[in-house]
């Protein structure tokens, strides 16, 4: 139908998709309303990233291990560490020469362990939001295995086993939950989900069709966690943000390639890190709507860190083969 956009399914070059910046927008809204209490709900903007990432960065594997036989791990994760140490590190550096006393969580945010940390202890620290960049850093790790497998199989089967692993680790994660387990359940691998998920959409064969209307109920979904409590809802709402978060992969409506979104999305990556140490930072002094402030600082530092910190080390990563600028904020 005209005025529709095709469905986004992995092609063989893909281009810079502006609706998917304005989604990573949306998902780090969610995050800053959240803690900054502005919201009851919405850290599972989190879970939209991993959904994004899982689609994302599977896709990239998937073309190379389908272009050249073979995934080259060692390149694969220096494009990785290109494209997330620098930001965090400048971050990390900065809070630890506020506050020396900072450095122990620092080295293990650094070292992508803070998921573990909060699983031993889950008191809270400036860097606790690097929770998710430690997930992902674990997943990937042993990511390109499973592609490297999944590439040479009939599509159809590694979409339902990936489907699979996803439905079983919610079920299981939400049992934990409901049985008043939260801290490893929400920090474990059984977190993983979201970017399993993603994984799964990614080797829908090109051409698959998806009403045009989905896209705008997942993204309606979305926004509508902002209205639940986590910790009362979390074994539901968790893969009900997966879900809606899949079906905009799928079919994103045109609305989220509004510019001011897509340059929120651009940066959102500085802004998910500086968000929380803003917060903090304008609270310890006790200035007035120090949560809305601070998020407001990590925006103009984000863009600062994306222009002199991020994009130089964006242009260095020598990229995937056939993957064109499919990384686009990855």
């Not at 939950?177 to 090109?206: D, K, Q």
């Not at 510019?259 to 802004?271: E, F, H, K, M, Q």
Request: hydrophobic share 55%.
């Amino acid at each position: 139908m005209l005025g529709q956009r095709p469905l986004l399914v992995m092609t063989a070059r893909p281009k810079h998709i502006p609706e998917l910046d304005g989604l990573r927008a949306v998902a780090v809204l969610m995050v800053m309303m959240c803690h900054s209490r502005v919201v009851p709900g919405g850290i599972t903007g989190v879970d939209v990233f991993f959904v994004l990432s899982g689609w994302l960065i599977t896709g990239i594997l998937l073309r190379e291990a389908q272009t050249t036989g073979r995934i080259g791990w060692r390149a694969f994760m220096s494009r990785r560490v290109l494209r997330l140490v620098p930001a965090s590190a400048v971050m990390l550096t900065i809070m630890v020469a506020i506050d020396p006393l900072l450095w122990r969580d620092a080295l293990i945010a650094f070292f992508a362990l803070m998921n573990i940390r909060l699983i031993l202890d889950p008191s809270g620290n400036p860097f606790a939001p690097t929770w998710s960049l430690a997930q992902e850093w674990q997943f990937y790790l042993v990511w390109p295995l499973f592609v490297t497998w999944g590439a040479s199989r009939p599509k159809a089967l590694v979409a339902g086993l990936l489907t699979g692993a996803w439905a079983v680790l919610t079920l299981i994660r939400s049992a934990l939950i409901f049985s008043g387990e939260y801290t490893w359940s929400y920090n474990s691998p059984l977190h993983w989900s979201g970017l399993l998920l993603g994984a799964a959409i990614a080797t829908w064969p090109p051409g698959t069709r998806v009403a045009h209307w989905v896209g705008w109920a997942g993204l309606i979904a979305i926004v509508a966690t902002l209205a639940i409590p986590p910790m009362a809802s979390t074994a539901w709402t968790i893969p009900l943000t997966e879900v809606a978060a899949a079906a905009v992969v799928l079919r994103p409506p045109r609305a989220l390639a509004w510019r001011p979104a897509v340059g929120l999305g651009t940066i959102s990556y500085g802004v998910y890190l500086w968000h929380a140490p803003g917060i903090i930072l304008f609270n310890a002094f006790q200035v007035p709507y120090g949560g809305v402030l601070g998020c407001a600082a990590a925006i103009l530092i984000a863009a600062m860190s994306y222009r002199l910190v991020e994009r130089p080390f964006l242009r260095a990563r020598r990229p995937a083969p056939a993957a064109a600028d499919a990384s686009a904020s990855a």
